[in-house]
């Protein structure tokens, strides 16, 4: 049973382009999760998918960013003309239907905005 | 739940145990999570205990639970270089749309020398 899988691991972006990063749940998981890991920080909650529904969006900054996990595929977090402070590793995790007790993590995607 | 505390470093001698601490602020049941971060990758969940509990065991690590001072350990016995990597504390949110997030400490790093 493979973990939760991210990509690109690694993202480079020049200011202003739009940096799209993807994380597919452990098999069985419906219930993915974005964090966003600054340099020598905690993680902090961004947003909380279900399968074609988002539960808890509070987390995300209102402009630029966006996130969505449809029916068929991974679940898209979507930063659009980035900025330096973008800069920072988004870990993904996903948990199955039955409980929210385990959060799996995924390798992360350290994004890098020239 | 959003305040959780952990002391930032911790060091100690190759085959003695280690303690790592945290703090955290939601007072109502909950569950609680140790994750370790190796360099570069994302995190890998250790152990998890619900709040009604004291203690919970798992081979060489202890975590211990006092809800009264909302204090919770992690200890490590019989230390290895293996074990050096930065250690996160996690509460998960209890209220509502809040249910799915975790609040992370900013993590403690363990270096462990041989």
């Known amino acids: 049973n493979a973990g939760v899988m991210q990509n690109p691991r690694h993202l480079v972006r020049r200011r202003g382009q739009e940096a799209r990063l993807r994380c597919s749940p452990m098999?069985?998981?419906?219930?993915v999760y974005w964090y966003r890991q600054l340099p020598e920080e905690g993680l902090k909650f961004m947003v909380y998918?279900?399968?074609?529904?988002?539960?808890?969006e509070s987390g995300m900054p209102k402009e630029r960013f966006s996130a969505e996990f449809p029916k068929e595929g991974p679940s898209i977090l979507r930063i659009q003309q980035v900025v330096r402070g973008d800069s920072a590793a988004y870990f993904c995790?996903?948990?199955?239907?039955?409980?929210?007790?385990?959060?799996?993590f995924g390798p992360g995607t350290r994004l890098t905005v020239l | 739940g959003e305040d959780v505390e952990q002391s930032l470093f911790l060091s100690v001698r190759e085959g003695d145990s280690s303690v790592i601490n945290c703090t955290y602020t939601d007072s109502s049941s909950t569950y609680l999570y140790w994750y370790k971060q190796e360099p570069g990758a994302g995190l890998q969940l250790l152990t998890y205990i619900f709040s009604n509990m004291d203690m919970k065991q798992d081979q060489r690590l202890t975590v211990l639970l006092n809800k009264k001072d909302k204090h919770l350990s992690l200890r490590i016995a019989d230390t290895q270089t293996g074990d050096s990597a930065i250690y996160f504390c996690a509460e998960r949110g209890i209220r509502g749309s809040t249910l799915g997030r975790l609040y992370f400490g900013r993590g403690t790093q363990l270096t462990v020398w041989p």
């Open positions: 995790a996903s948990s199955p239907p039955s409980g929210m007790n385990e959060q799996f």
């Open positions: 998918l279900q399968k074609e529904n988002i539960i808890d």
């Open positions: 098999k069985g998981h419906s219930h």
